[in-house]
């Protein structure tokens, strides 16, 4: 036997796992002679290990980090366990609640083992599902079974125990000579503390000793146990994200699953870490949990681990293979070393993808990711793929952005995975027939025009993760859909700090004012980055930023740092990528959701009433058809000439839709049709209803690329503060000069009438944030500017206009 000095990583190929440190220590308790000093993990792997021998067995034992429970934080550790450590199987070993029956005679400080009975492979996850229509709960995860060496070893225990005892009271004795002060906090606490009460009844209130709760409240048919030897019990064991801590509900599942205990990790493992649960009873998972059986339960657990471990023969581990091996890995770049924040995100992708529902077990499984460009959905992916890396044999990224990267990305593979002269069917047909688990990301699946499945490998196997900007690629998960909201504040702040260098001893001094930062930039994530690149490297203060912002926002946005750069290059360039789809698309909706995006570029942008446009259709037709205005001021009066200059859309005819040609503008469609005599009870041209079809085909048109959202409930559009700020500096001067008067047409027109005062109130902010935009000395202001300029600032509260908008109301006679 070597020297544990001597040890290399492939020499650890039996893992332990703890929750809590207490569990830890008992385990570490039972090694025979001193710790091993171990080889040092893999990088990224930020588990910390202890090493140390256990019979014929080199063993390696993690503990999840303190104050992190839940089966998503075990499979983390337990995945970067098998990146360091050839790991042919592991044993969870910790403390749980148990569940008493008059079969199933379960006490304080009793083991309990998972070992398959019934439907289940020893562990049930009863809190993963759906709720059917008849407010039945169906269970939707279905875990493996421990390995099948792991399981003849169990037999072959059993067996010893049903002729001779176990031998754990002879460890545990081993285990307090060895650690003598142990004795007080992990040796029985005495049978008069083991108690039991019924399911009905809760913890009197007060400490949580049950000092004041009823000894007469005890189940009919239990009994207190006379000796302080544990018991073993094998077979289903309930495992869940949430404690289990009501009496009635524990009976109610239990029942329901042939359960006999309660815990929160393991299943996180069983798909992903071949391994056998080992809990020790601290309490019954009722209200009247306590804390004082917690060490002896978790000696007891550990006791079991060490005398299993003496029936496993080390040769027949040997010839087992290792859980995972990645043998693949073409994935472009590591993760940010800034990477902040999105931990929600990552779990719910990797639980989704590794632990997924039953029904998905034997079937492809795919997870969409939805957002606007340089929010982090790539960062994310990168994050999870790393997380994962060892529990795939490949894991692969395409940039599927265009046709021809998609292509080049996929021969790229094949290439690199020995096929000869591979073409993208050839790679996805090599990898559909792939017997080893894998994992694609797909990212940049932006193109609306595009249907990503030509990018699935056929059949069932693998997973799947893409990355979109267009919600409509929704239709490709089945096992998980996420629409990727900004960062928030307080990891946005974080995230600038770490950029900025700025040491972490000193954040909290800094947090006002970074905080100033990130509320300019509306916590988008790349933004961040970007602003935090731009302040490390001297170029501004991080106090005098919001300034610079203010002064040079568009230089700022469109600064690219030297070093981590995006792949978009700046913040200004990833919106453009979705403009340019725009631009390139032959749909006529997506030539108005531009003209649309100009429009919202020069008013307030949160919660932008759609309602707008159809009051401003309205007034258009009014004063095309010459009926009387009810404005008897000249200045106040908008002509043919401001119709004239109303996006394409509301300058349509409803009815024109019909005739060769498309739309036509309201005025010269006039001048064709109009008849020599207007009668007011003739039927008008434009008795047809506003086209919303259109307007909401342009609407969904942006939102599908996450340039703006849509609020149904509220029938209003909002768009980020950045893409605000990118859809007016994206302009060419003229572009802008017709953009904004083309809004304050709208506006003005949409808040003429009778009818429409009610309204001015609700339109206040965009009608100020428009006027902010003017400047009167621009060589565009004419007298029908003047006119709707004039309109929009006698809507406004005169106590609420700067001096430039209040020179407005005094400009015409």
Known sequence: MASPQALQREDYQVGVICALAIEQAAVLATLDGDEHPGPTPVSGDDNQYTFGRIKDHNIVIACLPAGSIGTANACNVAT???????????????????????????HLGDVVVSQPKGQFGGVVQYDFGKTEKDGKFNRTSQLHQPPKVLLHSLQRLQTEHLRKGSNLREILDTMFEKEPHMVERFDHPGTEHDQ???????HESGPTKCDRCDPLKVPEDWEARETSNPRIHYGTIASANQVMRHGPTRDRVAADLGAICFEMEAAGLMNNFPCLVIRGICDYADTHKNKKWQGYAAATAAAFAKELLSFIPSQEVVKMAPAYKNEHWIVPRGSSTHFTGRASVIEEVQDRLCNPPREFESKQRRFVIVGMGGIGKSEICLKVAENVRESFWGVFWIDVSSTANAERGYTDIGRMCGLPEPTQQEVRTWLAAAKHKWLLILDNADD??????????????????????????QVHSNVGYRELETLARSEAVGLLLKTTNVEPSLWESHETIAGKVVD????????????GAFI?????????????????????LQ????????????????FEVSAKHLEESDQHSTKIALALLRFLAFVHFDSVPVFIFERAWKKAQSILFHESQE?????????????????????????????????RPFSKSLKRMRPRKWQRQSKSLFDDEFDTILLDQACAALASLSIISIDKTTHTLTIHPLVHAWAMDRLEISERDEARISTGCILAMSMQGRWYVPFWSQLEAYVESYLHTWLLESSVVSFEVIQFLY???????????SPPQAELTVMLP
């Open 520 to 531: 300019i930039l509306g916590s988008h994530t790349l933004a961040v980055v970007q602003a």
């Open 559 to 574: 600064f690219r740092p030297k070093q981590a750069r995006s792949e978009y290059g700046d913040v200004y360039a990833t």
């Open 448 to 473: 609306p025009e595009t249907d990503y499945a030509q990018y699935f490998p056929s059949g069932n196997r693998g997973c799947v993760i893409l990355t979109t900007r267009n919600h409509q690629c």
């Open 196 to 202: 039991l009460f019924d399911a009905s009844y809760d």
């Open 80 to 106: 970067n366990m098998q990146r360091s450590f050839p790991i042919r199987f592991g044993l969870m070993v910790g403390i749980a609640g148990g569940v008493w029956s008059e079969e199933n005679d379960v």
């Open 631 to 663: 404005m008897s001021d000249q200045r106040l009066d908008l002509t043919e000439w401001h119709v004239s200059r109303l996006i394409a859309f509301m300058q349509s005819l409803p009815a024109d839709k019909k005739r060769k040609g498309g739309h």
């Open 791 to 801: 309109n929009l600032a006698l809507s406004l509260d005169e106590t609420s206009l």
């Open 536 to 556: 490390q490297q001297g170029l501004c203060s991080l106090e005098d930023y919001p300034t610079h912002f203010v002064q040079q926002r568009q230089r700022l």
